[in-house]
């Protein structure tokens, strides 16, 4: 199992020198095994994965696993190329109220806000509902989604295959006060985790600005506690704030290294391999 991160920003794009290092895109992680291929969120990373995947042969496919429907994590969807081709085969899961998925994605491509329907989409597409705790056995893949707190609803994945455990944890209010038994199962003993990390404990306060308890959204430290709590063995900070330029993410990032080791930012295009992971593990 490979992951590679096409977008590690929250909330809104960021562009500029000043993101260039961490990456402006909003959430969308590649998960790959064997020329199998999952998708985890349709934000505007989502585009440029769609450019390498139209210079591999057709036809194309993979499933997209939408963790909620919030704009950052669905913005991107539209400009995703393989989508416009007949020979595409997609398999697309969300939230399990019937049709939401299909909803969402539609009302955004409607007049004013786009020139083109969701009818313009070519690619054989089908909608799927994730329910929590309910496993998902998808190719190689066995994703089991499960509830994170966060306005409106949000799931992780639990993502197992070739014997190593994947969890994309984002958009998600979490902290060891607040840890239910049922998220520790979806986090439990991750070889990688993927959690998010938006806030410094002052911008969450409110001690240098507007307060953002109750946004939906962890600070670094918390992340880092709560990966150490449930065994994780790397752990990806995630969903980085838009008014964050490199430099503050990565003082984050040396923050959350005093309480979790084996910590570190999620970067657009970085790719992760389970056993050069491993490796580095041993070492420190």
Request: glycine share 8%.
């Amino acid at each position: 199992m490979e992951i590679r991160f096409w977008g590690v920003r929250g909330s809104v794009a960021a562009s500029g020198e000043h993101v260039s290092r961490m990456g402006g895109n909003t959430s969308c992680v590649e998960v790959k095994s064997h020329g199998e291929r999952l998708i985890l969120d349709a934000g505007t990373g989502i585009r440029a994965l769609g450019e390498e995947l139209l210079r591999e042969p057709a036809p194309h496919r993979a499933t997209i696993l939408f963790s909620h429907l919030h704009w950052d994590h669905v913005q991107g969807f539209p400009f995703f190329g393989p989508a416009y081709l007949p020979t595409s085969q997609l398999k697309l899961f969300g939230p399990s109220e019937h049709g939401a998925l299909e909803r969402a994605l539609a009302r955004q491509m409607e007049p004013p806000n786009f020139p083109v329907t969701l009818s313009a989409m070519r690619a054989q597409i089908l909608f799927g509902a994730a329910r929590e705790n309910v496993t998902l056995e998808l190719g190689r893949f066995r994703v089991t989604p499960f509830a994170l707190p966060h306005p409106n609803g949000c799931l992780g994945y639990r993502i197992e295959a070739d014997g190593r455990v994947f969890v994309y944890a984002t958009d998600v209010e979490l902290s060891l006060a607040n840890l239910t038994d049922e998220v520790v199962a979806g986090l439990r003993d991750a070889d990688a985790l993927c959690l998010d990390a938006q806030y410094t404990p002052e911008e969450y306060a409110g001690t240098c600005g507007a307060p953002k308890k109750g946004w939906g959204h962890s600070t670094m430290v918390d992340a880092a506690q709560v990966a150490a709590a449930v065994g994780a063995r790397k752990l990806f900070l995630f969903h980085h704030d838009p008014s964050h330029d490199d430099a503050t993410v990565e003082r984050m990032a040396c923050e959350a290294r005093r309480h979790f080791a084996h910590a570190e930012p999620a970067t657009e295009h970085l790719r992760v391999g389970f056993e050069a992971m491993a490796a580095e593990h041993a070492l420190l």
